[in-house]
Structure formats: C-alpha cells, structure tokens
C-alpha cells in the first residue's frame, strides 16, 4: 500500500501532482439513553448530539397545590386557617367527653361548689343536739316576789339585789365562745394593777343550735361554757372545786347548772378565790340563756346569792 500523501504537500517541479485524497466524513457521537423511549415504545433508544445538556426544558405545572415553596400566600392562609379550626374542635370534642365522663361519676366541676359543712356557731359544732325533743314543757311557775331583772334578749329573767349591787351598762363579750353579757348586776370589789375588780350577776345568750334547731345538748354544751369562764375570765393557773354540776330545770325550763369555787393568784389583787354559779337555761330559741354569778372571796357574806338568783330564774 502506497505511503498516504498529505493533502497540502505540493509537487516538485515536472512532477504530478497527486491525485486529492478524500477522508470519510467524521461519524457522529451517539448519546446512548437507556431508559424508556419519548414515544413509550421500546426499551431503549438513541439519538445524535452533545453529550453535555446545557439546559433543561421546562417543566409542567404541577396538577395540585404542594407544601413549600411558590405556593399561594392567600391559600397557604386558608389551609392555617383550616388547621387551627380542625384542632380547636378536636380539643373541643375532648373536653366535652371529659366533662361528660365526670358528671357521670359525680365529680363535675359544673356543680356549685358547695359551702363549708361546719359553718354553725361553735357550740353547736361540739355539740349537735339531742335526738330527744324538750318540747311540751308545762308553764313555768310564777316568779317570786320582789324586784325582778328582765333580760328580753335572752328570754330570762332573775331577782335583783339591792345595794351596793348597781345595773350593768355595757356588753361584755366574754370568752373564744364570745357569750354576751349585756344585761345583770355588778359592784366593783377592789381597784388592783390589772383593773376593777368586780362581784357579778350577769346575764346573756349564746347560739348553740343549728338555723332554727330548738334542741340543745344541755350538758355538754354547760362543760363547754364552764371551761371557757375557767380559761378566759380567771387568772391561769387556776384550780376548781366542784359543788353541783347537774342537767335540771329552772323555772320549768330544761337546764344545766354548775357551782363552784376557783382558786388563782394575779400579781397585787387582794382576791385569791371566788364563788361561781352558771347555767345554761333552754328558752326554746337557737340561742341558749346564760346566767352566770361570781362572788369574790373578798365580799364573802353575798355568797348566799348565787343560790337565791338561780333559784330566781323564769323564763320570759
């Protein structure tokens, strides 16, 4: 095979020049796709071009509204919108059964809450009444003779004493249990560092029933009263001898009544011990009668009247 000459190489002078040789055109390179054909037909095809794709047609339109980028300010707020509407009614449907599950049981917060139990006056609370009724009494006798105390408030009323005793002005709110004493007789015995000193007759109420309740508890409600004078009207320490401690009747009235005599000592006063008379008189109204008698034993010779003014009750 002759030597190939260059195309552009020129003869030398009485010589022939060479024939043209003429190269096959180039064949084009094939970009090999192996995937689907554009038409869907057959596995694979290909076609001529640059390997290199310098740009990327356009692509459709999406056929629904996706999350992210691009996506409509208007309907990105109505679907929020939808969000929040959707959640606040499932917590709504929860609360709702909940609601339902607890009034089922009884333990609705619905319900008005009820007040306190123990909202009676506290004689009452330490002491209910009795299941016996103290009705159908017969009439209380008639009151001895002689100038009589009357305490309305209370539904009482008692002998009054004559001088030195003179008629209590004030209201005296007595005691934790805060019987008041607004009506009776008094003489001041002594003047000492922590006051006026005094010899009593003093008469008042206290509640012990429950709205219009007219049974009391006698007795128990008496101890009550008599360790409230003990603990708020005597110096403390104090000692007590007991006489009479009784559920009885004055003037034809359920009562209770205690004597006895205490014994204290206070810094500068003269009076180391004193005679007591108490009772609690049911006058058939929520509040209990009181009536209560000290005699200091300074002033020992009026001692008599505790017995004579209890003797003296009736009722009003």
Request: proline share 13%; with cysteine; net charge negative.
């Amino acid at each position: 095979m002759s030597e190939q000459q260059s195309p552009w190489a020129r003869p030398e002078p009485g010589q022939t020049p060479p024939a043209d040789v003429l190269y096959p055109p180039a064949r084009p390179t094939v970009e090999r796709y192996e995937g689907p054909s554009p038409s869907g037909t057959g596995e694979g095809w290909s076609r001529s071009g640059a390997v290199t794709l310098l740009h990327r047609p356009p692509e459709p339109e999406p056929d629904v509204i996706e999350f992210g980028r691009g996506r409509d300010p208007e309907s990105q707020r109505r679907r929020q919108l939808w969000w929040f509407g959707g959640a606040a009614g499932v917590i709504l449907t929860i609360g709702v059964v909940v609601l339902i599950g607890l009034a089922m049981t009884g333990n609705s917060p619905l319900r008005r809450a009820s007040g306190p139990t123990d909202y009676g006056p506290p004689l009452a609370k330490l002491c209910p009444p009795p299941s016996v009724s103290s009705g159908n009494l017969p009439p209380a006798p008639p009151p001895p003779p002689g100038p009589r105390t009357v305490d309305k408030t209370a539904g009482i009323s008692y002998a009054r004493e004559g001088s030195p005793w003179e008629p209590w002005d004030e209201t005296w709110d007595a005691g934790d249990l805060h019987v008041r004493y607004g009506v009776g007789q008094h003489f001041i015995t002594e003047i000492y560092p922590g006051g006026a000193y005094h010899a009593s007759i003093l008469s008042g109420s206290v509640p012990t029933a429950e709205n219009d309740a007219l049974t009391l508890d006698l007795k128990c409600t008496g101890h009550q009263v008599l360790a409230d004078v003990r603990a708020s009207y005597y110096p403390r320490p104090n000692t007590m001898d007991s006489m009479r401690d009784e559920v009885t009747t004055l003037g034809g009235r359920p009562a209770w009544v205690a004597k006895f005599r205490l014994h204290f000592h206070a810094d500068g006063l003269k009076a180391s011990s004193e005679l007591v008379g108490l009772a609690l008189i049911d006058v058939g109204r929520p509040n209990a009668a009181i009536i209560y008698i000290s005699i200091p034993n300074t002033v020992g010779q009026f001692d008599p009247v505790v017995d004579q003014v209890l003797d003296s009750v009736r009722p009003t």
